[in-house]
């Protein structure tokens, strides 16, 4: 703890908020080139209280990077995303894309449902066409600089932070 000019203590690394409800939130990506992104998403889903995190491929998470969130977050790992993508559609996720495609809208205007499913590309590659056929809505974050895209881990965590603005409390 510290003070202030005026006496005032700060808590500092405080417990996180509690949720009114569990969020309905899952975080599913397609073979990433970097642990490091991976493990920086995974640190983050947690963090926003996801439900869980989908990896693809030879996702690893590396336990420095994602911290608690290696152990407080459910992960699995498939071979391929498409098949997942089709059983969370069935168990009435709304599948999200985040990727910039000519018909994806902008984040800062997109009303996520609460039941969602967000769909993070490969940091070259994006989404395949395969998964973007499979997807319900795209959003992107506008840029307005180079280079012409965030980080991958980068702009799931803008996305996570922009779902959670939308539902604070779960």
């Given at each position: 703890?510290?003070?202030?000019?005026?006496?005032?203590?700060?808590?500092?690394?405080?417990?996180?908020?509690?949720?009114?409800?569990?969020?309905?939130?899952?975080?599913?990506?397609?073979?990433?080139?970097?642990?490091?992104?991976?493990?920086?998403?995974?640190?983050?889903?947690?963090?926003?209280?996801?439900?869980?995190?989908?990896?693809?491929?030879?996702?690893?998470?590396?336990?420095k990077i994602a911290r608690d969130g290696a152990e407080s977050?459910?992960?699995?790992?498939?071979?391929?995303?498409?098949?997942?993508?089709?059983?969370?559609?069935?168990?009435?996720y709304r599948l999200v894309g985040l990727e910039q495609t000519?018909?994806?809208?902008?984040?800062?205007?997109?009303?996520?449902?609460?039941?969602?499913?967000?769909?993070?590309?490969?940091?070259?590659?994006?989404?395949?066409?395969?998964?973007?056929?499979?997807?319900?809505?795209?959003?992107?974050?506008?840029?307005?600089?180079?280079?012409?895209?965030?980080?991958?881990?980068?702009?799931?965590?803008?996305?996570?932070?922009?779902?959670?603005?939308?539902?604070?409390?779960?």
């Amino acid at each position: 703890m510290s003070g202030d000019a005026d006496g005032f203590v700060h808590e500092r690394h405080k417990p996180g908020s509690s949720l009114e409800r569990p969020r309905e939130l899952v975080v599913a990506c397609v073979p990433m080139r970097s642990n490091v992104n991976v493990s920086q998403i995974a640190r983050t889903a947690s963090a926003v209280g996801a439900e869980r995190l989908i990896l693809t491929g030879a996702a690893k998470l590396i336990s420095k990077i994602a911290r608690d969130g290696a152990e407080s977050l459910p992960v699995s790992v498939h071979r391929t995303l498409p098949p997942v993508l089709q059983r969370l559609r069935g168990e009435g996720y709304r599948l999200v894309g985040l990727e910039q495609t000519t018909g994806s809208s902008s984040l800062y205007t997109y009303a996520f449902q609460r039941r969602t499913a967000l769909v993070v590309g490969n940091e070259r590659l994006g989404l395949s066409e395969e998964v973007l056929s499979l997807l319900d809505d795209v959003v992107e974050i506008p840029v307005y600089g180079m280079p012409h895209s965030y980080n991958a881990a980068i702009a799931t965590s803008i996305s996570l932070y922009e779902y959670c603005r939308q539902f604070p409390t779960g």
